[in-house]
């Protein structure tokens, strides 16, 4: 096991009803911005469970933060706080609005531009954000316990990560039930997106890391095992529950912690969603299983070890056992209905330079857990992606 340095702050208050415990968890004498997005925390009746559990407090809304958050509204957001003296923050609602709202924590006490210094920059030289919380709507990205916040600024088409441990969340309320009205996309994305975090971390090359093994294979076969449940119910608890944690703790650092990490496909996938718009999980749908074949010498004792302990793969030679379980990886995701090649998206092999290219602006020039995806590599991933 290589030596790690593991740290998590976030609080986890988790079940049914939970939402009411923010009277206790918000402090009585903040002045809060609730962050949520388009429509969806409203109808739901997310926001006036929130909104009731604040009751005493001075409270006020900020709406509208996109899918893919963009700079521009998140700068409205930070006008709004420096202009009512604002300090404390409330994401409701799924990835976007956690991360936005982890970029508007860091950028109000941000002195210079907040771009640069927070997603050029990587946030190095911050040194301090506004506290926040989270209630969570969409499971998917595990950026409710997590330090880490991607944001798009549309103009120039760039989606740009950064980490930064002033923005774990506080605490994180996960209530399963406000999921129930996610719509089948955003249900699918999650289980994608949750799944290829777990690959990421775990199907590099193995450093004897029994725990993180067997956790990430346990949660790996929980998404297997609920996920096409859970399109057909939605509103089932239980399956929302396991769902739910599986997300989070596919992210939170646990299972990463003293094992090698992959990330090429996130790298890659965030530029095709700057340059096409496409869902994050459906890049992701798109890139793994591309990104498991270019590299399968590399990680063929772990795509063994995935061949065997995910998906029960005992016959054949090790090369069929591995394209078998590559094959299945793609399977699984065309069967929560995400579709796993460029071309069903209506990108074609013209628009490869250009991603390459951006891969390039954006220093992506060594991903990959032995940092030997180059360009080249990554335009061979793309090209057989199509
Ligand atoms: O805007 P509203 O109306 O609220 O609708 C949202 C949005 O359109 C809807 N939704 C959320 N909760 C709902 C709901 N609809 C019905 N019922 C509910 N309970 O779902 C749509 C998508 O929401 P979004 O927050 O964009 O999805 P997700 O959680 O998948 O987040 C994606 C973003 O997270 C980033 C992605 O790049 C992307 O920008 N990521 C963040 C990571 C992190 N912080 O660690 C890691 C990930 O790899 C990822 O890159
Ligand atoms: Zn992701």
């Known amino acids: 096991m290589n030596n790690f340095n593991f740290y998590n702050p976030t609080r986890i208050v988790f079940g049914q009803g939970q939402i009411a415990e923010l009277t206790n968890l918000v402090p009585e004498d903040a002045r809060v911005l609730v962050l949520f997005g388009g429509q969806s925390a409203r109808k739901n009746g997310t926001l006036d469970e ?135 996309r955003q249900l699918a994305n999650g289980v994608v997106d949750a799944f290829t975090h777990i690959m990421e971390q775990y199907l590099t ?89 270019e590299q399968r010498t590399k990680k063929s004792d772990k795509l063994l070890q995935y061949a065997q302990r995910v998906w029960g793969l005992e016959d054949g030679s090790d090369d069929d056992r591995i394209n078998l379980a590559i094959t299945k990886t793609r399977d699984f995701f065309e069967r929560m209905g995400v579709k796993t090649h460029l071309t069903d998206y209506q990108i074609s092999a013209d628009a490869i330079p250009a991603m390459v290219q951006q891969l390039e602006q954006h220093g992506l020039t060594q991903l990959g857990e032995h940092n030997d995806i180059d360009l080249e590599k990554s335009q061979h991933i793309i090209q057989a992606s199509l």
């Open 205 to 293: 090359y193995p450093v004897n890391a029994a725990v993180q093994d067997r956790f990430a294979e346990g949660l790996l076969q929980t998404l297997i095992e609920i996920g096409p449940s859970l399109l057909e119910t939605p509103d089932d608890y239980d399956l929302q529950a396991n769902f739910m944690w599986t997300a989070t703790l596919a992210l939170n650092g646990l299972i990463g912690a003293g094992v090698p990490q992959d990330w090429a496909t996130h790298m890659i996938g965030h530029e095709i969603t700057a340059l096409h718009g496409l869902d994050h999980a459906q890049t992701l749908a798109i890139l793994l299983p591309s990104v498991l074949h």
């Open 50 to 184: 929130v909104l009731m559990a604040l009751n005493g407090r001075h409270v006020e809304e900020f709406g509208g933060i996109e899918a893919n958050p963009s700079y521009s509204t998140l700068m409205r957001a930070v006008e709004q706080i420096r202009q009512h003296e604002l300090n404390y923050l409330l994401a409701v609602g799924g990835g976007s609005v956690i991360d936005g709202t982890k970029f508007v924590a860091a950028a109000v006490q941000c002195e210079g531009d907040a771009w640069q210094e927070i997603l050029v920059n990587h946030a190095t030289n911050i040194d301090k954000a506004l506290p926040f919380g989270s209630v969570l709507t969409l499971p998917a990205t595990g950026s409710e316990m997590n330090a880490n916040s991607v944001i798009t600024r549309y103009e120039t088409h760039e989606k740009l990560a950064f980490s930064s441990p002033l923005v774990y969340p506080t605490f994180s309320i996960l209530d399963p039930t406000k999921a129930y009205t996610l719509p089948p």
